[in-house]
């Protein structure tokens, strides 16, 4: 799986977007961008995810440019409640192939919203 | 209503010791994994089990081995405790063709 590249920590403004850069320059074109989260002393829990195309759900909007080596996670407006941890992660996701589970979590970024 | 449970939620215990810690899902999920957080946060996967087989075991000493009675519970059984053994433990579920897996709170097991 392609490895990926994250700022280790970032601030937000209450109520403003928060963008998170993520790198994976060695990206391969059957791999697919992940975005989990990580709130103090909980589990790990899943944002987004795609592959080419740009995603939004309920929870943030994935921006992954065209040549596919980065990706922007946005959060529209941050609560106090998004503070966590944001792991990016690159891995090919298979039909029934159990591997997706083998998710390589980094260091992340420590993003912290101040009211 | 907890979606990925796990107990106990902390595990203090004397090196050497036998201990277990339970996980259970109630998402109908038919895949199961336990990952492992240590001290400098990094997470990584241990076991996975697809309908109650083994499906991935990432270089871990024979003293853990999971057990799973049916696809809605794996436990996780740790023999001769020693103090490397020591981090926060996290079950998860998914379905076998998502990528999506879900998270139990953690285990945080403390060996003296």
């Known amino acids: 799986d392609a490895k990926t590249t994250q700022p280790p920590s970032m601030d937000c403004a209450e109520g403003r977007a928060a963008n998170l850069p993520c790198n994976h320059s060695?990206?391969?074109?059957?791999?697919?961008v992940y975005w989990y989260r990580q709130i103090h002393s909980q589990g790990p829990q899943y944002i987004i995810h795609?592959?080419?195309n740009n995603e939004t759900n309920e929870m943030a909007s994935l921006i992954i440019t065209e040549d596919r080596k980065s990706s922007t996670l946005i959060l529209p407006h941050a609560t106090l409640r998004d503070t966590a941890v944001y792991y990016c992660?690159?891995?090919?996701?298979?039909?029934?192939?159990?591997?997706?589970?083998?998710?390589?979590f980094g260091k992340g970024t420590k993003l912290s919203v101040k009211p | 209503d907890t979606a990925v449970s796990q107990t106990p939620k902390y595990l203090v215990t004397q090196m050497g010791n036998d201990k277990s810690i339970k996980c259970e899902q109630n998402?109908?999920?038919?895949?199961m994994y336990w990952y492992k957080q240590d001290s400098k946060k990094f997470l990584k996967i241990m076991f996975s089990?697809?309908?109650?087989?083994?499906?991935i075991n990432e270089t871990v000493p024979n003293r853990f081995s999971p057990k799973s009675p049916d696809k809605a519970h794996l436990n996780l059984h740790i023999n001769s405790l020693e103090l490397g053994d020591s981090a926060v433990y996290f079950c998860?579920?998914?379905?076998?063709?998502?990528?999506?897996?879900?998270f139990g709170s953690g285990t945080q097991l403390s060996v003296l």
């Open positions: 998860a579920s998914s379905q076998w063709t998502n990528e999506k897996l879900f």
């Open positions: 060695t990206i391969s074109g059957n791999e697919y």
């Open positions: 795609g592959l080419k």
């Open positions: 992660i690159v891995r090919v996701a298979t039909q029934g192939g159990g591997s997706q589970g083998n998710l390589i």
């Open positions: 998402l109908g999920h038919d895949t």
């Open positions: 089990y697809n309908n109650k087989e083994l499906i």
